[in-house]
């Protein structure tokens, strides 16, 4: 094939006056908008979930070269997903079509799409099923999807920006709706288009793609990509093989490769994709420097063994058009050119031999349409996420969009079950803001669809002024600090790799709660109220007004703690906080009074403490835990030491049971021991607990209900107890605070002025909720997360229990592995014998599908280069099985190489 040229001759079928890349109706006939689609959500019953199921997806009539009628479309129901992130079905369109407000602009038209609704009110930009605006963008991986779901490339800064720009020109961009005496067009917008000689059931390009993170990424999208009839874009480090790919569907993959610094490299991809039966190449012009370091695990296609430790090493340093017209000489397949940014480079690419171009920028978009006037196909790529930003794209001058993020959100939500539906999603949103515009065919669509919001009118400014920058470095300290970087790190590598099983966060399990139930509790405490003489308007102001800067529902609390843990303090000395993040700032910047006091912690200890620490400027000394926790004489050694210094221990901060990270307890005798040393040293002790009452068995008795010298601080969450969506916390501080003039007041009352200064006051709403749960279950926490304990201690042993099975004793011996085995919380730790740091969770991810947090995270002092913590709570057993297989093959592989 190589050297026979693809006839562009008929790249395009030409549309109703001479648009081009728009579909003649009489070439292609049937309608893709496959709003047949119905999902029916997740359906729990118990703790079971069924899952996203998806059926009557079909379409009919379209037929490509030789009049072979394309594969039907039908859904396929797919199996339950285990546990939570299902895509939520779409709402159908009753009235006006949902999707949340643009930004604001004056004197907005009626009857345009972006200002207002259908009907002349309300919003108009569709979303479909109203939770599409709930996306990530800006996770750093442009519309290519990421590592793990499929990406080709991660894009540099400069594509960051090419796509956030498109998207701030989109929603500025308004469609306008068919005015009242236009004719209506009959029937269901036609969205069908035929491009590269082949029909499309929308103007869309699902990708590009390349290795996953498991097995399954690939074929989930490509398959799904087929059913919906549109083309899929396969990366050159695809580890899975051309031809595996393109038997997976029936209409024809694309290949996005590069240009190889041997050339012969990419002559090779393109002849095996041609060979595949693929349909197009996809290449980029531009900089080697565009494509930020990946590694990949083993390509399947490059006729190489083992993986690349950065894909860059292969490329040329440019890809000019040179390498375009290598390519081109090389293969009769279409070839396509992105990175194209203006009509120079359009005109170029088509000098060059390209049968197409992918356009960076919407703005740049209808210049670049004018300037090609039909000679090929023009692509916008970035920014899309809507149906309407399709629409707008066409509208503005292109065949067809690249569409990425939105598929990418579908993968991770339920894998090809949830790629199918945001693709049926997208091109029933493209339908629905066609009809919106009077719109019947995609032949139709022209820039007079458009209407864009107005703008601000321009400042006069002076013409040496210059936008404000800021420097990192004339910033708080803090900023700069990696502890503030840990969680934004590991909120990356999961949306990275949204296929991998993560043992990171340390959240409740989702299957306790129920959608009803915040309901109940809010009636259940508005009753409340009123039982205890509360008057109708009382509520209100309660429920609707700035309540008390140190709570309301104190006295709940108070009871609670009672009941549940033996703490018995008046309610004043409690204040409630906005989670128990808000106790540790408030306590920190209350008790820490000069450079010379200093907060020590128990060492691993909460990143959240340590992060306050560092945002108020406070020095932290850590006490190494032993293996059974805290030695009461290793802290007494640090006071010691920081006596010495010039400088006072103020606080001891301590999470005795089953902390996090190390899932350790501290025994009784240790805790009265701990008392003991505090009240003789003059130290007060921050005692962190959230775990306790949601770990199995009796618990060992509170360090502050042992308290008789009102040395220890407690710090409370209902987080775990409850639900974190509520962000309630408390503080128990209950010390007596003295001024100049011999006036004593409580530690409470000093926080709550703080409090006062930060968030004026806890919400209304979240308290209810809260008290709500407290009083149907007669103040005892530990009943109510009865059932809860009981998983969280299944989960903990089943996953000690594969990690045994998959590394026995002598194994994990001759490896220098070990881990410890708590007996309730959400942690546990592994020590390993290689780097555990972010590189080692990036390869983990990306190579073997499990995420978990380097232990280095939680060492103030430095430490921990060699530790793992896991967290078991949010997993199902099944996911745990799994999940403990892929870890245990990445730590014999990291192992080996070690060895």
């Known amino acids: 094939m190589a050297g026979q040229r693809f006839d562009g001759s008929a790249r395009i079928a030409r549309g109703r006056g001479g648009k081009s890349g728009k579909s003649d109706p009489a070439s292609v006939s049937g309608n893709s908008t496959a709003s047949g689609n119905q999902a029916s959500g997740n359906q729990a019953s118990g703790n079971q979930t069924s899952g996203n199921q998806a059926s009557g997806n079909q379409t009919s009539g379209n037929h490509g070269q030789g009049g072979n009628p394309a594969p039907s479309r039908r859904l396929a129901a797919p199996s339950p997903l285990p546990g939570p992130g299902s895509l939520p079905a779409p709402s159908p369109l009753t009235g006006p079509l949902p999707g949340r407000r643009p930004p604001p602009a004056p004197g907005p038209q009626r009857g345009s799409y972006g200002s207002r609704g259908p009907n002349g009110t309300g919003d108009s930009r569709p979303t479909g099923s109203g939770t599409r605006d709930s996306r990530p963008s800006g996770s750093g991986t442009g519309d290519s999807l990421p590592n793990g779901s499929g990406q080709d490339h991660v894009p540099s800064a400069e594509a960051d920006r090419a796509r ?174 992105a990175g194209i940014g203006g009509t120079a480079d359009a005109l170029r690419a088509l000098e060059s031999g390209a049968d197409g171009i992918v356009v960076d920028s919407l703005g740049a978009l209808p210049e670049i349409a004018r300037t090609v006037a039909g000679r090929c196909p023009v692509l916008l790529s970035g920014g899309v996420r809507r149906g309407a930003d399709v629409l707008a794209a066409l509208a503005s001058g292109a065949d067809a969009v690249v569409a990425g993020r939105p598929v990418l959100d579908g993968l991770r939500a339920g894998g090809r079950a949830g790629v199918a539906e945001a693709l049926d999603v997208l091109v029933r949103e493209l339908g629905e803001a066609m009809a919106f515009t009077g719109t019947g065919t995609v032949a139709d669509v022209g820039p007079g669809l458009i209407r864009t919001a107005h703008r601000a009118p321009d400042v006069p400014r002076r013409a040496d002024a210059r936008p404000v920058t800021l420097r990192k470095s004339e910033l708080h300290a803090s900023v700069r600090d990696p502890v503030l970087d840990t969680m934004t790190f590991l909120n990356e590598i999961t949306s990275r790799h949204p296929d991998a099983i993560s043992f990171a966060p340390g959240r409740p399990y989702d299957g306790f709660f129920g959608s009803e139930q915040i309901f109940s509790h809010l009636r259940r405490y508005l009753d409340h109220l009123a039982e205890q003489g509360s008057s109708p308007q009382d509520i209100r102001t309660a429920m609707y007004q700035y309540g008390p800067t140190a709570g309301q529902i104190r006295e709940i609390i108070a009871d609670s703690l009672r009941a549940d843990e033996n703490i018995d303090v008046p309610a004043e000395s409690v204040v409630v906080t906005v989670g128990a993040q808000e106790a540790m700032l408030l306590v920190l910047r209350a008790l820490i009074g000069g450079p010379d006091d200093v907060l020590l912690v128990s060492s691993p200890c909460y990143v959240g403490i340590a992060g306050a620490a560092r945002l108020l400027d406070i020095p932290v000394t850590p006490v190494e835990e032993r293996a059974d926790g805290v030695s009461c004489a290793d802290l007494e050694t640090v006071i010691r030491a920081e006596q010495a210094r010039g400088r006072r221990p103020r606080a001891f901060y301590v999470v005795p049971d089953h902390s996090n990270p190390s899932g350790t307890t501290m025994g009784e005798a240790a805790r009265a021991e701990l008392l003991e040393l505090a009240a003789r040293h003059d130290l007060l002790v921050l005692e962190d607990s959230p775990y306790r009452l949601v770990s199995p068995g009796p618990p060992l008795p509170t360090l502050k209900s042992m308290d008789r010298t009102r040395s220890v601080v407690h710090l409370g969450s209902f987080s775990k107890t409850v639900f974190p969506g509520a962000r309630v916390g408390f503080v128990v501080a209950d010390q007596q605070v003295v001024d100049d003039h011999g006036r004593t007041g409580l530690l409470a009352d000093e926080l709550a002025k703080i409090k006062s200064m930060v968030t004026v006051n806890t919400s209304s709403l979240s308290q209810a909720a809260v008290a709500g749960t407290l009083l149907a279950a007669g103040g005892r926490v530990s009943e109510l997360n009865a059932a809860a304990a009981d998983y969280y201690g299944d989960a903990m042993r089943a996953t000690l229990r594969e990690l045994d099975a998959r590394l026995p004793r002598e194994r994990r011996e001759a490896l220098g592995v070990r881990w410890n085995e708590p007996t309730g919380g959400f942690f546990l730790t592994v020590r390993v014998p290689f780097r555990a740091d972010n590189a080692a969770l990036t390869r983990s991810a990306q190579d073997f599908g499990v995420i978990w947090t380097p232990m280095t995270y939680f060492y103030p002092g430095g430490g921990g280069l060699h530790g793992m913590r896991l967290s078991t709570s949010y997993l199902t057993p099944a996911q745990i099985a799994e999940g403990t297989e892929r870890l245990v093959r990445f730590i014999e592989a990291e192992s080996s190489e070690q060895s």
């Open 164 to 337: 956030d720009a498109n998207r701030e020109l989109f929603e500025r961009t308004g469609l306008r709706q068919r005015p009242p005496s236009a004719p209506r067009n009959p029937g269901t917008p036609d969205t069908t288009v035929k491009i590269l000689d082949r029909p499309w059931s929308a103007p869309l390009v699902v990708g590009p793609l390349d290795a996953p993170a498991r097995p399954g990424g690939e074929f989930a999208v490509v398959q799904a990509a087929g059913t919906a009839g549109l083309p899929a874009v396969v990366g050159a480090f695809a580890e899975r093989a051309f031809a595996e790919l393109a038997s997976a569907t029936d209409a024809p993959l694309w290949l996005r490769t590069y240009a190889f610094a041997d050339r012969d490299t990419a002559r090779r991809l393109a002849g095996q994709a041609e060979d595949a039966g693929f349909g197009a190449l996809l290449l980029a012009v531009g900089d080697r420097d565009d494509i930020r370091p990946r590694r990949v695990a083993a390509p399947a296609n490059l006729g190489r063994q083992g993986p690349v430790a950065d894909v860059r090493a292969l490329l040329d340093a440019h890809a000019d058009w040179s390498a375009v017209a290598d390519l081109r000489a090389a293969t009769g397949l279409p070839l396509l050119v």
